[in-house]
């Protein structure tokens, strides 16, 4: 093998095999039938999940070779093998790995751009909560208020909104409130007349007529000056406006869907923003929960950024078990997109393996997040000492991902008695993410 340009190593036992597979990713794997610790048949699903595998034996019958053939082996040849008979096979199981990788990396992406209209990845109870809302107000034309923190998807929430109305056909018109220099802004979301201001050579349509019959999304409303913040609930109360320098009220057929991270509350009553304009605004008010909120989400989002990545050589990556506790352990300050950011990240870092690793993830490169805890708990009664214990434990086990060990050493507590705890409080299957069993290692 090495004679014809391979780098080979060798090991003679199946355990040695799988201890040297826990560290490497070989591109192809040769084993003899019967090794000095077992039979390779009962293996072969373990020993090809990351690379095809030919099997070698002296005791060739067909049902050895069908048997081998139906367990995933990619050929099965009989001793003694002759040079060329071995170059030739394994240069043809390569080149069919190669075409297989191609093929499968090609669908997924077929198949994310098909399920692209998705407007956020995941099954979790806080994820389910917001959908119902946006399914609620979607068919109205009442104003939609976007709260939540920075990259937890709230124009994501705004463009859900926009698709499920009757206003899908029309434009969907995002304005960055922090981008606009104050100046400008009027001109910009109102539009101006020719003369309004120096520099104003012809007429120009603003970005409220840009969205005419369907939805103006103003991201970080917050951050709008007061003088606009006038006008603008001049229009969610009238639905008229006028251009910069006119003197004409213009009708604006528009579905207003605002967001912003800051508390306006608290803004409105400080009088940094206006009562009256929040107040309008809180119409129907949608919160977008951090992803700290929704941990049993992460594993759908890191599927989902492997498949969708666009700039990578054609590997479909995957995880290991202890890679996806972390990232469920962490806080995730910048929420989905600092998450987005780690995965592509972790892909770079990867290169040309299959798996991506605990040291792929650079959690160095971002601030954790210093966050206290919230239990469970109803707020009708007075909870038992019984109640915090059961609700600690599920927000652990939540935030750990299952795993028993790590949970017993933050309680300071024997692994047994976790154990003996989650039997008493029913919470088995709690914080263990079905996409770990299925596509971790």
């Known amino acids: 093998l090495k004679e014809i340009g391979h780098a080979a190593s060798g090991v003679y036992s199946m355990g040695s095999a799988l201890e040297y597979l826990h560290k490497y990713e070989p591109h192809l794997i040769i084993t003899d039938m019967r090794l000095p610790d077992g039979d390779c048949i009962k293996q072969l699903k373990t020993l090809g999940e990351s690379c095809p595998v030919i099997v070698l034996t002296a005791y060739g019958t067909v049902k050895n070779a069908v048997e081998a053939i139906q367990e995933g082996a990619a050929h099965y040849l009989t001793k003694p093998v002759s040079p060329d008979e071995l170059t030739i096979t394994v240069q043809r199981v390569l080149d069919a790995a190669a075409i297989k990788a191609d093929h499968q990396f090609c669908k997924s992406r077929l198949q994310a751009q098909a399920s692209s209209q998705s407007f956020m990845i995941g099954q979790s109870e806080a994820l389910e909560q917001v959908k119902e809302l946006i399914d609620a107000v979607a068919s109205n034309d009442i104003t939609v208020l976007i709260l939540g923190e920075s990259g937890s998807g709230k124009e994501l929430v705004a463009r859900a909104v926009h698709d499920q109305s009757h206003r899908a056909k029309r434009n969907f018109v995002a304005v960055d409130c922090c981008t606009l220099q104050e100046n400008l802004f009027e001109s910009e979301l109102f539009g101006h007349e020719k003369g309004a201001f120096t520099g104003a050579e012809k007429q120009k349509k603003g970005l409220i007529e840009g969205a005419t019959g369907g939805t103006l999304f103003l991201d970080e409303i917050g951050e709008i000056p007061a003088v606009i913040q006038a006008k603008l609930l001049r229009v969610l109360e009238t639905g008229n406006f006028r251009r910069v320098g006119g003197n004409r009220d213009l009708t604006a057929d528009v579905r207003i869907v605002a967001a912003t991270n800051r508390n306006l509350k608290k803004m409105s009553e400080s009088g940094d923003f206006r009562a009256d304009l929040y107040y309008r605004l809180e119409a129907f008010t949608i919160y977008t929960p951090p992803l700290r909120e929704r941990r049993e989400d992460i594993p759908h989002l890191v599927k989902h950024f492997i498949q969708n990545h666009n700039f990578s050589m054609y590997v479909n990556k995957k995880y290991t078990k202890e890679a996806m506790r972390k990232l469920i352990a962490y806080d995730w300050p910048g929420n989905v997109r600092e998450l987005k950011n780690m995965v592509e990240r972790a892909i770079i870092l990867s290169r040309?393996?299959?798996?991506?690793?605990?040291?792929?993830?650079?959690?160095?490169?971002?601030?954790?997040?210093?966050?206290?805890?919230?239990?469970?708990?109803?707020?009708?009664?007075?909870?038992?000492?019984?109640?915090?214990?059961?609700?600690?434990?599920?927000?652990?086990?939540?935030?750990?991902?299952?795993?028993?060990?790590?949970v017993a050493q933050v309680m300071n507590i024997s692994e047994r008695h976790v154990y003996r705890l989650i039997s008493k409080y029913n919470l088995a299957d709690t914080g263990i993410p079905s996409s770990i069993s299925q596509t971790g290692t």
Do not use: N, W
């Open 352 to 406: 040309g393996k299959k798996t991506i690793r605990v040291q792929h993830l650079t959690f160095s490169a971002c601030k954790k997040r210093e966050s206290g805890f919230q239990l469970d708990i109803s707020p009708e009664k007075e909870p038992t000492l019984e109640d915090l214990e059961a609700s600690y434990l599920k927000m652990l086990l939540k935030k750990h991902a299952g795993h028993r060990s790590t």
